[in-house]
């Protein structure tokens, strides 16, 4: 059976700050993040299954998509744990993400592709994730580009 790629887009706007940076970046600043998530699969064949011809229905990907990181990651400001003010800028403000990581474009997409491997139907495969900062800059990861996993 033929394999087919199924992509959906998400929008959400996001604060982050590069602590240490060389850069603009070190500053609190915001991004409208744009995240592709596509997923390989095979056509549902069963004719009296409600979801006949899909690979995934496209709303149960928006559902889980939205429950597992849009939700949570919508308006909120991510910073790297360590970072001076993380601990009170939290206690400051309601929605602040600590991370052990520097909240970089690839480290906040590589984050959002173990959340989601977790969470994708059994019928489907993650085949990569595109994180967008701004039009011209993003980040992506492809399941074809991790050899040494497979
Ligand atoms: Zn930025």
């Known amino acids: 059976m033929a394999k087919i790629r199924l992509t959906k887009r998400f929008e959400f706007e996001a604060a982050h700050s590069l602590t240490g940076y060389d850069g603009a970046c070190r500053h609190i600043h915001g991004h409208s993040y744009v995240l592709d998530v596509t997923v390989t699969g095979v056509p549902e064949k069963d004719e009296t299954n409600p979801k006949f011809g899909m690979v995934v229905d496209f709303g149960n990907l928006k559902q889980i998509i939205n429950e597992s990181i849009i939700n949570r990651y919508d308006h909120c400001l991510?910073?790297?744990?360590?970072?001076p003010?993380?601990?009170e800028i939290r206690d400051e403000y309601g929605k602040v993400e600590l991370f052990d990581f520097q909240p970089t474009c690839e480290n906040i997409l590589l984050h959002f592709v173990e959340i989601l491997?977790?969470?994708l139907p059994e019928t489907v495969t993650l085949h990569s994730l595109k994180l967008a900062e701004t039009r011209s800059?993003?980040?992506e990861w492809y399941l074809s580009d991790q050899c040494s996993a497979f």
């Open 85 to 87: 003010a993380a601990l």
């Open 78 to 83: 991510m910073l790297r744990a360590n970072s």
């Open 137 to 139: 800059s993003y980040a």
């Open 117 to 119: 491997q977790n969470k």
